[in-house]
């Protein structure tokens, strides 16, 4: 039976990514020794590095204008403390719309004081901030485009001139933006570009070396520009599957033909959400992620039916996140409109039958 899997992290891939990526693992390019054997420093795998980094910064359009792309490790979870590290000198701003602002406000706190210009934490984080005021001497205003956990997802951003510093785990490479807007974007590749395991940073290179503490090294984004992404040993795996995904998103037509397929998905499932009285959603409409729709049951006593149901249709990580309740189905760029069409069936199966 074919699976659908809604996983919110780490996430699906395409099929010919996944077959090219295990290929790789056992015999690189035809060189008779396993990608994850050979050296980083080799000229094969120096060139994968480059083109993940090239790609990278075509599809988002930012190629020649000054921004450096950099595949580092930690997670996004390592980036909260680095983005303070490099950029916060005196005072930085953080819009607050979940667990992961919440958390990338704690790291910045170490280092400087924090202004949380806006924050959705009064309702659960069901809805974004809107028409807040953003003080003018900020190091920089820190946003999270998507989140995975309550749903919800920035649909338009705040003009300012101070820097931009935004988190892009759940959504990059999904929809288009104008990315020149933003002087600094992170993003964990295992949502939607890649395995667990690096980390993908295209950041302003004149933006840096401006505050006043000493960085160490391995926190210091003028450190690995200067190595080319190869400070130390990269997670050589995770970054050759992420550069097969950004190839084949170029070969799809880039962000702006995924951003078309990934409408259609997220349209098909929140209108059974919306015309189906069994569900409720739990994110605000206006704001809804196309990436991570999340919902609830109208009636706790069909939980047990449901989840038998999706279950039996071959359906993988659809149970919420604790925070929560309920289901969150995600939608990253390889999860096809079939698949969602299985789920929305599922659901309208289960109206049938109560």
Request: hydrophobic fraction near 40%.
């Amino acid at each position: 039976m074919k699976k659908h899997n809604f996983s919110a992290g780490p996430c699906i891939l395409p099929k010919e990514v996944m077959k090219r990526a295990s290929e790789a693992v056992l015999d690189f390019d035809g060189l008779g020794l396993s990608l994850i054997e050979i050296s980083h420093r080799s000229k094969e795998f120096v060139a994968v590095m480059e083109e993940a980094r090239a790609l990278s910064l075509e599809l988002l359009g930012l190629e020649d204008q000054g921004y450096q792309a950099l595949f580092l490790q930690g997670g996004a979870s390592l980036e909260f403390l680095m983005v303070a590290y490099n950029l916060l000198d005196k005072r930085a701003g953080y819009v607050n719309t979940g667990t992961w602002s919440s958390k990338a406000i704690k790291e910045a706190k170490l280092l400087g004081e924090v202004v949380e210009v806006a924050s959705s934490k009064d309702k659960n984080f069901n809805y974004i901030p809107k028409g807040y005021g953003i003080p003018e001497n900020l190091d920089y205003l820190h946003l999270t485009s998507n989140n995975t956990i309550f749903g919800t997802q920035i649909k338009e951003f705040p003009t300012t001139s101070v820097p931009l510093v935004c988190d892009m785990s759940s959504d990059i490479f999904s929809r288009q933006l104008d990315f020149s807007k933003f002087d600094l974007i992170y993003a964990g590749a295992q949502k939607n570009m890649g395995p667990a395991g690096t980390t993908l940073v295209v950041v302003k290179e004149d933006i840096l070396g401006k505050v006043s503490r000493t960085i160490p090294s391995m926190l210091d984004y003028k450190v690995h520009i200067s190595k080319d992404s190869m400070f130390n040993t990269p997670s050589v795996f995770a970054v050759y599957t992420s550069m097969l995904t950004l190839r084949w998103l170029k070969d799809l037509g880039g962000i702006s033909a995924i951003e078309e397929i990934n409408e259609k998905k997220a349209k098909l499932l929140y209108s059974e959400i919306d015309l189906n009285p069994l569900f409720n959603g739990f994110a605000k409409a206006e704001d809804r992620s196309n990436m991570n729709a999340t919902f609830t049951l109208a009636e706790e006593g069909l939980k047990e039916t449901f989840d038998s149901m999706w279950r039996e249709a071959g359906i993988n990580g659809l149970n919420g996140h604790r925070s929560v309740g309920g289901y969150r189905a995600s939608m990253y760029n390889a999860l096809s409109l079939e698949s969602v069409g299985v789920l929305v069936d599922v659901m309208s199966e289960l109206e049938r039958k109560a």
